[in-house]
């Protein structure tokens, strides 16, 4: 993926965006525009979720103070001007017939539509799971029924901001990891 000036180049293709997105590290101080937000935020309200029950929350963590606790909680914020926190409200969640909590899946559908539609309007991302759950909501006063799933660092690329060296090109053969019956 080559970075274009001002940002990320777009995609017109869903597979040649799932290629080249990569986890961003490094960001420009500048913050997200609202109206990239919102377009953010409107993927993660569209993601499927186990009987549309959408029990996901979402924090959009941008003060000095809430970025102040971030960093408490995780090293891999990447001096990101936003995170997202993305929680599973237990009270809310669709239960399996087998007592399967789906909040904890579904937390994870949206924060990965989110994370594409960022990429594909220019915003990098990196997917963190750096943390201790407890300490989150301790940090962050969440109640009991929030459960942290996911932090999704938000932020406009440094312009030598680059793919992990030697890791985003390595796939599986699909042989490895595909089983038919």
Known sequence: MQNTEGGLQMYKNFMELAENRYS???YKKEQISKEDMEFI???GQVAPTAANVQSHRIFVLQSEEAMAKVKQVTRFHYNAPTVLLICSNTEESYKAMDGDDSGPVDAAIVTTHM???AFDIGVGSCWVRGFDENQVRAVFDLPEHLIPVAMLDLGYPT???HPWPGAHEKRRPLSETVIYQ
């Open 159 to 161: 312009e030598d901001s």
């Open 115 to 117: 994370m594409m539609e």
């Open 41 to 43: 935020l409107h993927a």
């Open 24 to 26: 961003v590290r490094k």
